[in-house]
């Protein structure tokens, strides 16, 4: 990648080692602090800290081998060079990159081995294109290594659309934030990817430095504000026991409804089944019989308190905050309540508000 013209360059060296060193710290901040430095109350997902950490690892390593690549060691031998550094990028940086990706998607365990698997491949190629030493195997490696970029990308696509689904169908009010993080994380990965690949010199070269350093900053951030989460697992909808049926009808009446339980925040399927006493599978196959879902169950009660109260401020002539009522009727952002009401109502709040103070 990095041609010896570029370790010439004294502020492409600062901007390089700088990338390193972020690497090296953020690896450093993972595996080292046992607290959470960017909001206390947030429990990470041990696993993901973990791969995130390693993949921030392999990016401060995959500097030190470019570097001693380019500079002391085979910098006359292009060939070479590249194919040694594209593998150890590939066995590394790939892998954990992909590993931790998906290990931001929490509702489910997805198996990690095809990913080693789809590795054999590039070490198979890169030994016999040194071994023969010819050039004409890199484009072949060149584009099993997009062909795998690409059918990753779908991949995580599609699995973030099923962990959407996921969190309408077990959280309240956290499936907007969740998933658009996903998606800004593989978008900024695949930037450093594409500018890894594409040869633009070395304005290409200090493209890639800086975007490496931004995903960086992002990855920390998105690693530290994701809640762990626990997923469920798929039940068998069908027969749920009559007695089951409304044994969960009465409890929801009197434990969450009655006392107002839908009104914490980020309240998740398994606590509302604890608090009813009951297995999270069974309230799941109620909420499907029920034909609903536990998302919709949460939202259609938050959206009536917010309406109830609404009404008792207007009744009394106070001042309104549609954000104070928001919160004050369980939600945590404005966006996720604009998008639970339209849902729930069929109108937005703006125009319900409009129609009511016009009745």
Same mark, same amino acid.
């Given at each position: 990648m990095y041609e010896h013209l570029g370790f010439q360059d004294i502020s492409f060296i600062m901007l390089y080692g700088g990338a390193a060193m972020l690497a090296v710290v953020g690896c450093s901040y993972l595996l080292l602090t046992p607290g959470n430095a960017f909001s206390s109350d947030i429990r990470p997902p041990k696993l993901l800290r973990g791969w995130t950490? @390693? *993949? $921030?690892? *392999? =990016?401060? /390593?995959?500097?030190v081998w470019w570097g001693v690549l380019g500079i002391f060691w085979l910098h006359e031998?292009?060939? =070479?060079?590249?194919? #040694?550094?594209? $593998? /150890?990028?590939s066995v590394t940086l790939m892998p954990s990159m992909m590993a931790m990706l998906l290990r931001m998607l929490q509702d489910r365990k997805r198996p990690l081995w095809p990913i080693g698997l789809s590795m054999i491949p590039v070490v198979a190629v890169v030994i016999v294109c040194i071994f023969i030493h010819c050039g004409a195997l890199e484009p072949i490696l060149q584009a099993y290594l997009l062909a795998l970029a690409v059918i990753f990308v779908i991949y995580y696509i599609r699995a973030v659309r099923q962990y959407g689904r996921w969190l309408r169908d077990n959280y309240a009010d956290l499936e907007r934030k969740e998933v658009w993080k996903? /998606? =800004?994380?593989?978008?900024?990965?695949?930037? $450093? *990817? =594409? @500018?890894?690949? #594409?040869?633009?010199?070395m304005l290409m070269e200090y493209v890639t430095q800086i975007n490496t350093i931004i995903i960086i900053g992002f990855l920390l951030w998105r690693v530290e504000t994701l809640q762990t989460l626990e997923s469920v697992p798929l039940t068998n909808t069908s027969d749920l026991p009559m007695a089951i049926a409304d044994y969960i009808s009465t409890m929801l009446k009197e434990r969450c409804e009655g006392k107002q339980l839908y009104l914490k925040h980020d309240l998740s399927l398994k606590e509302l089944a604890d608090a009813i006493e009951t297995n999270r599978n069974y309230l799941s196959s109620y909420f499907t019989e029920q034909g609903t879902t536990y998302n919709n169950y949460i939202n259609r009660l938050r959206i009536?308190? *917010?309406?109830?109260?609404?009404?008792?401020?207007?009744e009394g002539n106070r001042s309104i905050a549609v954000l104070r009522l928001a919160e004050r009727s369980g939600y945590k952002s404005y966006s996720t309540f604009s998008a639970a009401f339209k849902r729930i109502t069929g109108l937005s709040d703006t125009d319900w508000i409009k129609r009511e103070s016009e009745s």
């Open positions: 950490a @390693a *993949f $921030m690892a *392999f =990016v401060a /390593l995959s500097h031998d292009r060939l =070479v060079r590249n194919a #040694v550094a594209i $593998m /150890l990028d996903s /998606l =800004v994380t593989i978008t900024c990965i695949l930037l $450093m *990817f =594409v @500018a890894y690949k #594409v040869n633009g010199g009536n308190h *917010f309406i109830s109260l609404y009404r008792e401020t207007t």
